[in-house]
């Protein structure tokens, strides 16, 4: 059934597998009854609980926190946080500022767009590896056809503090030495050697991580969603509780334009 | 000049004299904002002008106009506009139920990067059938993104079995006041590329050929289709707000699987 046959079949219910409110009653989450059988589940194992259907373990779920805190930059002036920032120098509520945050997350240049190609990377790149390929060809491939690597080289900085914590606590929870992760290292290492000097960045470790966790491209997509968001509520609250309008104001000298001179609206031709 | 400066080929603007955070004079591509264009300009051509160097012939002005008239409102029924009304009907912020109405219509069916896709289709068909037959028979590219992958040609409706009436009155209007090439075009091979698809033609195909003929790049028509369908996102949220939660539907529901 397809066109309007098949839209008419869908009208006016929700068919689910997801979940449902039945309000006064109960709530079901994936099949489960959210205030009986998932009683007492940590946050970030219920978010990733609703992505994947799947449960983890105690010491996987801590990774999953480290993940998301080990990224969590009060700074107003990354991109991101300045827009949550903006949104309490201009006085506008805290979800607004912060959903915008959020959203602008969603980068080609960090965040979850390159999230999803670093993993995705790292996916492929074991499949081929175990298929007996080469690790140095398949970064070479990648690179010349996308002239970057997600997951290696940072925008703004050479190397990556949350690396080394990162790894620290991994290892202390026994999730240091998964395919993905070793993988990740060496194609460092390889990078390294030759001519790119690209160094493995936080968003291609925490990748690896989520890849030995089983995770697929849009699974990990959806978790690292939050992953900013701690670090951008204190850039709003400092910028609210500040003077209106008195973060990173702008004078007209600001302004380096360079367009096309001073010319007439009425004479235009 | 500071060295935190924002540089930028749009907008000028000179201080008034006592306060540099306050401008005297604004410029946009050299045109004095206040001082000129206002009262003077048409709102298409202050938009046009935005997103290029030089003003808009009349024709290229009157197209623009024609087509936020077609954009203006996708109606109730339209996923983006549903996003809004959802927002408007508990009482959200004014903000929240423009950004749902983006969020949603920002999608490759019937959003902003459907747009998006159907002028990277105009940019490399441009007028040529066989090109664009060569195009619906290949396969989709199968790189991860950040977006769903496509299931459907751009510009077409995945559901529809015929053209609907406000796509030929819509590609008919545009066609007749559009400089072309592209709207002419499309309206002379409509139902060619209807049969490669096997799928009838949408407001969006109409919309991404209307932007290319603007001169407009596949960016620039997305940010526009995003930004012209808001009027009814607006009106529709705050009409619903009146109405209240009571008179909205809500639906009904089935549980599959484990949770029935």
Redesign the interface.
């Known amino acids: 059934m ?3 046959d ?2 008419a079949e869908q009208v ?6 997801m ?2 409110a039945f309000v006064g009653s109960k709530a ?1 989450f ?3 009854d959210l205030h009986a059988d998932l009683q007492g589940m940590d946050w970030v194992e219920l978010y990733v609980f609703g992505i994947t259907g799947r449960r983890y373990t105690p010491e996987q779920v801590r990774m999953l926190h480290a993940i998301w805190t080990h990224t969590s930059y009060p700074d107003a002036r990354i991109w991101n946080n300045r827009v949550a920032a903006l949104a309490g120098t201009a006085r ?2 805290g ?2 500022g912060i ?2 945050a959020l ?1 602008v997350s ?1 980068a080609s240049i960090y965040g ?2 390159i999230d ?2 670093a993993i ?1 990377f790292l996916i492929r790149t074991q499949q081929h590896v175990d298929g007996g390929g080469d690790l140095a060809e398949m970064a070479a491939q990648e690179l010349q056809a996308r002239r970057s690597l997600a997951g290696y080289g940072r925008p703004i900085a050479a190397g990556d503090e949350r690396i080394e914590p990162t790894l620290v606590l991994a290892r202390s929870l026994g999730l240091a030495d998964g395919p993905h992760v070793r993988l990740a290292l060496a194609i460092e290492e390889t990078l390294l050697a030759g001519r790119w000097r690209l160094r493995l960045n936080y968003g291609g470790l925490s990748a690896a991580l989520a890849a030995d966790l089983g995770f697929s ?1 849009r699974e990990y ?1 959806l978790f690292v969603f939050p992953a900013f968001l701690a670090g951008m509520v204190p850039c709003y609250l400092e910028a609210e509780q500040r003077p209106e309008g008195s973060l990173f ?18 004479t ?1 031709a | 000049m500071t060295a935190d400066a924002i540089r930028t080929r749009i907008w000028r603007e000179e201080p008034e004299s006592g306060n540099p955070f306050a401008a005297r004079a604004a410029y946009c591509r050299g045109y004095d904002v206040y001082g000129e264009m206002l009262g003077r300009a048409r709102w298409v051509e202050m938009l046009i002008l935005l997103f290029r160097e030089e003003t808009p012939t009349k024709a290229e002005a009157d197209l623009l106009e024609a087509l936020a008239v077609a954009l203006a409102n996708p109606g109730p029924r339209d996923p983006a506009v549903h996003a809004a009304m959802a927002g408007g009907v508990g009482g959200s912020t004014a903000a929240s139920c423009l950004m749902a109405a983006l969020a949603v219509g920002a999608g490759q069916y019937a959003g902003g990067r459907e747009v998006y896709l159907a002028m990277e289709a105009w940019n490399a068909c441009g007028t040529d059938l066989d090109a664009w037959r060569r195009r619906f028979a290949a396969p989709t590219s199968e790189e991860v993104s950040i977006w769903p992958a496509p299931q459907h040609p751009p510009g077409f409706d995945p559901h529809g079995v015929s053209t609907p009436t406000p796509v030929k009155q819509a590609l008919a209007g545009l066609a007749f006041v559009s400089p072309g090439p592209r709207l002419p075009w499309l309206e002379q091979q409509r139902a060619e590329l209807e049969a490669a698809t096997g799928l009838p033609l949408a407001l969006s195909g109409v919309a991404a050929a209307a932007f290319a003929d603007l001169g407009f790049s596949p960016e620039q028509g997305e940010m526009l289709h995003l930004l012209l369908r808001l009027p009814g996102a607006a009106a529709h949220a705050l009409e619903q707000r009146g109405y209240g939660h009571k008179k909205f539907p809500f639906f009904a529901v089935e549980l599959e699987g484990a949770g029935a």
């Open positions: 397809k066109g309007p098949f839209l006016g219910v929700l068919r689910t597998r979940g449902a079901v994936r099949g489960h506008s509520t979800n607004l959903a915008a959203a969603e979850r767009g999803i190609r995705d491209p997509y104001p702008l004078a007209c000298s600001h302004i380096r334009y360079e367009g096309t001179p001073k010319r007439s609206w009425k235009r």
